[in-house]
């Protein structure tokens, strides 16, 4: 059980009790836009995706962490951040994933939360390169990438397919010496 404090957000496991804090957001056809899950139809849709993922963090602790808040008196899941290890051939390889409720958006938690994320990440595993990929289009991403260092490698022509449309997608990445943990 992950348990990550800041002054703004707690970063934790997540588990079957955060079904529809994250329906909220998952519900939601803006969110999913450019990923590569579609919008969760009803709670039944949830409660797959949150197997799922509880699965694999058995596995990747830090594979997908709850990004949660006091809102309304209440602890609230609003988003979720991630580091999956990438191919057996790249053990020390991460690949980088956030989604925040649109609600929170503008306020600098996502980055936030990135930033702590990869600041646990390299200080308690043995990790070389973080990397990212992006729709092109998916500006608000690509702008967080960048605020936090990570360098622009390439694009990958017509790489992502959804809702019979092919997009292109921005690579990115951070190596460990390059990496500067953030003043907040
Ligand atoms: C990508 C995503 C997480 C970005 O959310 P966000 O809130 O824009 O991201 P940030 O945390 O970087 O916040 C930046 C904004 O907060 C503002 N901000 C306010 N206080 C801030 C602070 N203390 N620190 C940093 N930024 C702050 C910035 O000015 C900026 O505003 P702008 O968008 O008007 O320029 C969000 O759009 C999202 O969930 N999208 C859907 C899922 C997705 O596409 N994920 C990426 C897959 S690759």
Redesign the pocket.
Known sequence: MISINTNRFNLRTLCEKDNNDIFQ?TKDP??????NWESHKDIHDTNDYLTRIILLTKKFPISNLGIEVIDKNRKTII?TVGLLPKHISSPYTYE???????E???????????QCLMKYAFENYTLERIE????TE?L??????E?IGMLREGTRRNFFYKDKSFYDLYMYSILKNEWKEPS?
Not at 30 to 35: A, D, G, H, Q, V
Not at 132 to 135: L, M, R, S
């Open positions: 957001f803006e969110i999913s836009k450019y990923l988003g980088l994933g956030f989604v925040l409720s649109k929170w958006w503008g306020k600098g938690i996502a980055i936030q939360s990135v990212a990929f992006c729709v998916n608000k991403s690509w702008a967080l990438l605020k907040h």
